[in-house]
């Protein structure tokens, strides 16, 4: 046995390392298109001590660590690329605290999304938080790392601007609480008033350090939720709907999507518009202005609203089981999506960029924005679902997906958890700078580059 | 694609996303796979182990002792085909591992654990290694004769004969058809093993010899109607026998006392307690049988039901499916499934967890004592139960 | 091409034009500027008619002169280009409503049982009622009727599909279709002779089936002791002539059917497709005044015949106070075959 194994070992019981092939082999890869790479040991911390004596160690033996959620965002971002340990950290899954008043919760780095989500259902059914569609096993603490999106982002902003403080464990070893509990015992406020240290660790997708607790905002979740699906053939109208919409300042998220199958969806652009009260009069006050605001469409006959009765309780899950489904659609397990976070303005050029690499590339489309901080950006994804049978249909994917976020980039949008190669693209088209700054961070937290190296690799 | 290895449902195992809602119950309040629960690694998941069967079709990954214990760690508990989210194949996910573990019984490279049961089983006729002779033994006093041309055959099963906690359970069935005036024999030292579990850990060629001989036994007797003790039996009777040729009525026994009680065939008394009903995966999940169970416990008066936060089909398997009762690959540590499973008993301040398996009986009782909670909680079968609540 | 056999001196000469003076949602002052605004539409000039239309089928019902001024509506609006509802709605239908091979037919011999393409129909199309007929069933596109697209002034679709149900029907060597959906049956007998299309089968109207059944099943229907209010649908404009079956089996089964303001001629619509076409104002308003209509006559039901209708007012009647149940489960209640209160 290495010594590297027995240290492991030692560290997190014989239970919590694995080099077995099985898990190594499982561990190398996620479900999207890029290239699997093996990890020399699979790791699954339960405290932040653990966590910290792990970063140590690697930090001694000059090994990479790469924090893993689920797996879920799709882009390679917990493929070892360089091998060394992965941190599964999903058995770190406990809700430290709930405080209500404050509305916040605090969480450990592996907790799901749907265990939060069930906790409050039951215990505090007056909040919520801003869950993404993604799979319930997905991480809160991971989707922070990456600037997710949920469904209070429309009215909230993106979920990593939730984080209401963190613990981190720094490439160095050194545990670290940001925000308000580095203070007392409050978990308020990422950082306002003092500087604002969580960016250090938001959307650097674990290259800065692992977050062992996550303190997240909720919100206050109203009796009763319901669905309008707008529906307009015309894409140059979309910009201008949205604006409308947004303007009421009464939608809890915005969803625009299109998709060429089945065919009953073929040729419209649909627009999910969620909204809540606590009474009937206020559901019903809501609706009208929503449909007020759209009459002018209507009158012109470019948009409607359709009747949603039969895919109501599809639309009104959170998360929406529908979505994944798209993998299937080639009867094949999987699908990727490249998410730019864009202006709404620009929601006609990519919808037809959209269509226009699918039929390039012979490959299926879906496309769903969501709409940001009342209408100030959007992120617009564009997913090519694929056959995992199928190499060269998985490669067709993935050139796709490099020609949208080369789009993206030309667009002046940014792409969203980008792949390692997208995240190249970026840093050479950023501000010299804006890089610089990023380098003198990285080098600085991460002096030995053992954080998911091959990420944001700021100095190559 | 042309896979190393093949099973029947092959062209499936790529259509796996890797999601993980098959991991959780309906609302997502915690693990919902028991193994998953118990090992921690995503490979033990439902998901994981598609994906592991598919590097393994491909020959990317070996038989292993480890892929081997991947497998046999499922308990068959079906959680993960009701929460797949694609209908089109989820069906399908218990075949595909249950197919695989047939093609490792083929090459050879099962646990030993899963040898020595199959060994037992072709050998002795039970897992306990008890003599044949004994198989009838805890019908003693019961009143019930052995099957000549009775409405019913009440068939024990393997657990339900020898286990102590299972003999119990037969034991008050037993004694309550009897004292209700149900007619139903037994076949004592005849009954041979129904091959549920050798069937789940994939030893094909064994199971269909023990259920044609049944068949063969069942029908000579002309026996028609056939109540269970254990909701395994009644599965592969109803489920698996008809594919050979056995087409019998099959009943589980909280079925036919849920109707005695309802006809007021059994006269009940005041027994007030707080009781929480632990649903078997292979009465519920496999065959949506919710209701009797407890229709029979609020038909006692003074009982008071209270439900686990997970039950009825999103209820957490006591651990004991898939063979695993025998050969305990899930292990006994803290997520292991019945200790989860008795905790989350305990937290509804019930003072009964009332089973209908034997299996779930046993692996329960257990993780109570492994948990220490024998002063506070008790397991008890349904019948033990109205037992209790007799009018005497 | 089929064509809409109109008869325009049946309509110059017309003393009443009650067609469009009974109109529910175009008010007109007196007779001649109903009748005016009609011949427009006859000549196939622009007449506020095809403007202000909410589709509601009722004219079909008013005259009595054997014109079809709704089929005209629709067609002169198709001519001219015009939409009613909004054009991505309009599409979404005909998409949605498009055939794509992905039908059920179960064991038909020389009858059918037609559950359109709504899934709910083949749910009540089921237990002793329809013992004999509920292996025959046919679903799917390729056996729906097109009458829908009528709403969205798009007849070409109808003129276009119709053949093609039928013949789908004639392919199942079928003498006899039993609609479970009034709009099928309006279709195979009113749509199809107005337009000269020939139905090589006998299309029989479900509720002339269900009375019959429970005639002959008399001695087992416990009366159900209830009041109900009747939410008549478009469809059944269509059909006038069938209008009275609903009293008559509602009688059988001990269902009092207490007097309404909106009701016969004067039902309304259940508000759906008004509100794609007109928006939710006129929709809810009208919504509003039939439920409270329902519940002002003290009834414990409303029983729908249309799934659509249900579909569409379940939750409101509900929150209403009064029971949504489909009129075949209400035969199968007092059968003993259902639960009351249960949809
Ligand atoms: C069907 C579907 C729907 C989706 N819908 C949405 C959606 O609505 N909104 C949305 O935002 N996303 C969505 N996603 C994308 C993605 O699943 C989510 O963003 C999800 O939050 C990723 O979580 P994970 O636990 O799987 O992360 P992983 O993929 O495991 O990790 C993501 C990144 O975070 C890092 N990381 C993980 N844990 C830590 C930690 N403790 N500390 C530091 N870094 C860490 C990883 O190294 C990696 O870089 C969707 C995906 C799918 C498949
Ligand atoms: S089995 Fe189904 S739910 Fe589970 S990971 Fe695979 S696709 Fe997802
Ligand atoms: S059957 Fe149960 S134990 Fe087996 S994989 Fe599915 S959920 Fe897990
Ligand atoms: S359609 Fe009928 S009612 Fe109207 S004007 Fe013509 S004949 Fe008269
Ligand atoms: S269909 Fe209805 S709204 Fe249109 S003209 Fe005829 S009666 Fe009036």
């Known amino acids: 046995m290495s010594d590297i194994l027995k240290a492991l070992i030692e560290i997190v019981g014989e239970r919590g390392v694995s080099n077995t092939p099985e898990e190594l082999w499982f561990y190398s890869r996620d479900p999207g298109v890029l290239t699997p790479h093996l990890p020399d040991y699979v790791v699954a911390p339960r405290t932040t001590e653990e966590v910290r004596k792990i970063v140590l160690l690697a930090n001694r033996e000059k090994i990479p660590v790469v924090p893993m959620g689920n797996g879920m965002s799709l882009t390679g971002l917990v493929i070892p690329l360089k091998g060394g340990i992965v941190l599964d950290m999903k058995r770190m899954n406990k809700i430290l605290e709930v405080n209500a008043m404050a509305r916040y919760a605090v969480v450990e780095g592996g907790t799901s999304q749907g265990v939060l989500k069930a906790y409050l259902q039951e215990h505090y059914p007056q909040l919520r938080h801003s869950i993404p569609d993604a799979p319930p096993t997905t991480t809160i603490a991971a989707n922070a790392a990456l600037h997710g999106q949920g469904r209070l982002t429309q009215q909230y902003g993106f979920n990593s601007e939730m984080v209401t403080g963190l613990e981190v464990v720094l490439p160095t070893g050194e545990v670290c609480l940001i925000g308000s509990p580095s203070l007392g015992p409050y978990w308020f406020s990422r ?38 699906l707008f529906v307009t053939d015309r894409v140059d109208l979309i910009p201008d709907i949205l604006y409308k919409l947004t303007h009421l300042e009464i939608l809890e998220d915005v969803n625009v999507w299109f998709q060429p199958k089945p065919l009953m969806f073929q040729g419209n652009f649909h627009i999910t518009l969620y909204f809540t009260g606590d009474t009937e009069e206020e559901i019903a006050f809501k609706r009208r202005m929503v449909w007020d605001a759209l009459q002018e469409y209507m009158d012109s006959k470019d948009g409607g609203f359709m009747s949603v009765q039969y895919m109501k309780e599809m639309l009104m899950e959170m998360p929406q089981r529908g979505i994944a489904d798209f993998a299937d659609v080639p009867k094949g397990g999987g699908f990727e999506y490249s998410g730019p976070i864009t202006i709404i303005e620009h929601f006609p050029q990519y919808a037809a960029k959209v269509v226009e690499l699918a039929a390039k590339y012979d490959v299926l489309y879906a496309s769903s924005a969501r709409l940001i901080s009342g209408g100030h950006c959007m992120m617009f994804s564009i997913s090519f679902a694929f056959n995992r049978n199928d190499p060269a249909m998985m490669t067709r994917v993935k050139h796709a997906l490099d020609e949208a976020t080369a789009f993206a980039l030309e667009m002046g949008g940014i792409p969203w958890k980008p792949n390692f190669m997208e995240q190249k693209m970026i840093m050479e088209k950023m501000d010299k700078n804006a890089l610089k700054l990023l380098q003198m961070i990285k080098n600085n937290l991460d002096p030995q580059g053992i954080m998911n190296p091959g990420n944001w690799e700021v100095n190559s | 694609m042309t896979y190393a290895h093949t099973i029947e449902h092959a062209e499936i195992v790529h259509r796996c996303f890797r999601c993980g809602y098959c991991k959780f119950p309906s609302d997502y309040v915690d693990f919902n796979c028991p193994s998953y629960k118990a090992f921690g690694w995503d490979t033990y998941s439902p998901g994981g182990r598609m994906w592991l069967i598919r590097a393994w079709l491909n020959d990317e990954i070996k038989s292993s002792p480890h892929f081997a214990e991947i497998l046999y760690s499922c ?21 595909i591992f249950q197919e695989t573990k047939a093609e490792l019984v083929n090459d050879g490279r099962i646990p030993p654990e899963v040898r020595d049961y199959f060994k037992a089983i ?18 003693e006093g019961t009143g019930l004769q052995p099957y000549t041309n009775q409405e019913y055959l009440f068939y024990a099963g393997c657990v339900g004969s020898y286990d102590e906690v299972g003999q119990k359970m037969a034991r008050s069935v037993g004694k309550l058809l009897s004292d209700a005036g149900i007619s139903a024999g037994i076949l004592g030292s005849e009954e041979a093993c129904d091959g549920s579990e050798v069937k789940v850990l994939g030893e094909m060629g064994l199971f269909t010899k023990l259920a044609q001989e049944n068949i063969g036994q069942f029908k000579a007797k002309g026996i028609k109607k056939i109540i269970t003790l254990d909701p395994h039996a009644l599965n592969v009777f109803k489920k698996d026998y008809p594919k050979l ?23 009940l008394t005041n027994y007030p307690v707080k009781v929480t009903y632990h649903d078997p995966c292979y009465l519920g999940r496999h065959n949506q049988i919710y209701g009797p169970p407890r229709e029979i416990l609020k038909a006692i008066p003074g009982v008071e039901l209270v439900e686990m936060h997970r039950n009825a089909l999103n209820a957490f398997c006591c651990g004991g499916g898939g063979g695993n009762f025998f050969t305990d690959i899930l292990g006994t540590g803290e997520d292991s499934a019945g200790r989860v499973r008795v905790r989350e008993a305990r937290d509804t301040r019930a003072r009964i967890v009332a089973v209908a398996c034997p299996s779930c009986a046993k692996m329960l009782s257990d993780a109570v004592k492994t948990e220490g909670l024998e002063d506070t909680l008790e397991v008890l079968g349904i019948a033990e139960i109205i037992e209790r609540a007799r009018a005497k | 091409m089929y064509a809409l056999q109109w008869k325009e001196k049946v309509c110059a000469t017309c003393p009443s034009a009650d067609c469009l003076l009974k109109c529910q949602y175009i ?12 011949m427009k539409v006859v000549r196939g000039e622009d007449s506020r008619v095809l403007h202000e239309c909410a589709t509601c089928y009722a004219c079909e019902e008013y005259c009595k002169r054997g014109n079809h001024p709704f089929y005209l509506i629709s067609e002169r609006r198709e001519e001219r280009g015009m939409f009613t509802a909004p054009r991505p709605i309009t599409n979404q239908w005909k998409n949605m409503t498009q055939m794509q091979g992905k039908y059920m037919v179960g064991q038909v011999k020389d009858k059918a049982l037609s559950c359109c393409f709504i899934p709910d ?27 829908v697209h009528t709403h969205f002034a798009r007849m070409s679709v109808i003129k276009e599909r119709l053949p093609i149900v039928i013949e789908n029907f004639v392919k199942l060597g079928v003498k006899e279709v039993i609609c479970l959906h009034d709009e099928c049956y309006g279709t195979f007998t009113a749509i199809a002779s107005a337009y000269g299309i020939d139905v090589p089968f006998k299309p029989v109207y479900y509720m002339d089936f269900l009375l019959s059944r429970m005639k002959e099943m008399k001695d087992r229907i416990k009366p159900l002791g209830i009041k109900a209010a009747y939410q008549r649908p478009c469809s059944n404009r269509l059909i006038p002539d069938k209008h009275p079956l609903v009293k008559e089996i509602l009688d059988l089964i001990g269902v009092e059917l ?25 929709a809810d308003d009208v919504q509003e005044r039939n439920l409270n209509d329902m519940v002002q006559t003290g009834a414990e039901y409303c029983v729908f015949n249309c799934p659509a209708c249900q579909s569409s007012l379940s939750e409101k009647v509900a929150k209403k106070g009064l029971k949504p149940v489909h009129i075949i489960d209400l035969c199968k209640m007092a059968l003993g075959e259902k639960e009351r209160g249960v949809r």
């Not at chain 2, 072709?122 to 019908?139: D, V």
């Not at chain 3, 008010?27 to 009609?38: I, K, N, P, T, V």
């Open chain 1, 191 to 228: 950082g306002p008033t003092m500087p604002d240290l969580s960016a250090l660790f938001l959307g650097w997708l674990g290259t800065t350090g692992i977050i062992t607790k996550i303190g997240l905002r909720l919100y206050p979740n109203k009796k009763i939720r319901d669905v309008e």
């Open chain 2, 245 to 267: 040729g056995g087409e019998f009525r099959v009943f589980h026994y909280t079925e036919i006392l849920a109707g005695l009680i309802k006809d007021k065939k059994i006269a």
């Open chain 3, 27 to 38: 008010s007109f002052a007196r007779h001649d500027e109903a009748h005016g605004e009609m």
């Open chain 3, 121 to 147: 129909l083949g749910i009540l199309g089921t237990g002793e009622i329809f013992k004999d007929v509920a292996s025959a069933v046919a679903f799917g596109a390729e056996f729906m009727c097109p009458a």
């Open chain 2, 122 to 139: 072709a050998i002795s006729g039970n897992p306990y290694k008890l003599p044949q002779s004994e198989r009838g033994k805890w019908a």
């Open chain 2, 75 to 95: 308990v068959a508990c079906d959680n993960c085909k009701n929460q797949c989210v694609f209908p089109k194949f989820r069906d399908f996910l218990p075949d």
């Open chain 3, 258 to 282: 207490p007097n309404r303001e909106y009701q016969g001629e004067n039902c309304l619509c259940c508000g759906e497709i008004l509100r794609s076409v007109s928006g939710y104002k006129l």
